[in-house]
């Protein structure tokens, strides 16, 4: 498998992670609620049958107790609910879609018909995978994996 090759298959394979993570969860829409420190426990410790599903769907922040931290955590993990980063990926593996590598004949230095990778979008023969794919490979770039020379 070429380098480029591997790139694209590292990216779609972190994308995918990301998507199947978001469809196991509790689905959202999720919310920052109210919080009491001495009320952590297991999930399913309060007695109630939907207490699980609640607690996953609601973080509970009290203003005045928790340090700021905390409510800046809950407020993360809000924004970032399943439905949200279902989408988020959808959208990036449809842009690895259009901006899939193909294999086309250019006129090489010694003027002999040679055949290269481009990306199917931009047409950029010179730096595949094109622009458009490295920056979106650097959202991940702290996952195991993710090697220097694919952020050039």
Same mark, same amino acid.
């Given at each position: 498998?070429?380098?480029?090759?591997?790139?694209?298959?590292?990216?779609?394979?972190?994308?995918?992670? %990301?998507? @199947?993570?978001?469809? *196991?969860? +509790?689905?959202?829409?999720?919310?920052? =609620?109210?919080? /009491? &420190?001495?009320?952590?426990?297991?999930?399913?410790?309060?007695?109630?049958? %939907?207490? @699980?599903?609640?607690? *996953?769907? +609601?973080?509970?922040?009290?203003?005045? =107790?928790?340090? /700021? &931290?905390?409510?800046?955590?809950?407020?993360?993990?809000a924004l970032h609910d399943p439905q949200d980063v279902i989408?988020?990926?959808?959208?990036?593996?449809?842009?690895? =879609?259009?901006?899939?590598?193909?294999?086309?004949?250019?006129?090489?230095?010694?003027?002999?018909?040679?055949?290269?990778?481009?990306?199917?979008?931009?047409?950029?023969?010179?730096?595949?995978?094109?622009?458009?794919?490295?920056?979106?490979?650097?959202?991940?770039?702290?996952?195991?994996?993710?090697?220097?020379?694919?952020?050039?």
């Amino acid at each position: 498998m070429s380098d480029v090759a591997e790139m694209a298959a590292w990216l779609r394979a972190q994308v995918e992670a %990301d998507r @199947a993570a978001a469809l *196991a969860a +509790t689905p959202g829409p999720w919310t920052v =609620d109210r919080y /009491q &420190p001495s009320e952590i426990g297991p999930l399913d410790d309060c007695g109630r049958p %939907d207490c @699980a599903r609640m607690m *996953a769907r +609601t973080i509970e922040v009290d203003d005045d =107790d928790v340090p /700021q &931290p905390w409510r800046e955590t809950a407020a993360h993990i809000a924004l970032h609910d399943p439905q949200d980063v279902i989408a988020d990926a959808d959208a990036k593996l449809a842009i690895l =879609d259009e901006h899939a590598t193909t294999k086309t004949y250019a006129v090489g230095e010694d003027m002999r018909r040679v055949r290269i990778d481009v990306c199917e979008t931009c047409r950029n023969k010179r730096g595949v995978p094109c622009a458009t794919v490295r920056l979106l490979a650097q959202g991940y770039r702290h996952r195991d994996g993710w090697r220097k020379e694919w952020a050039t």
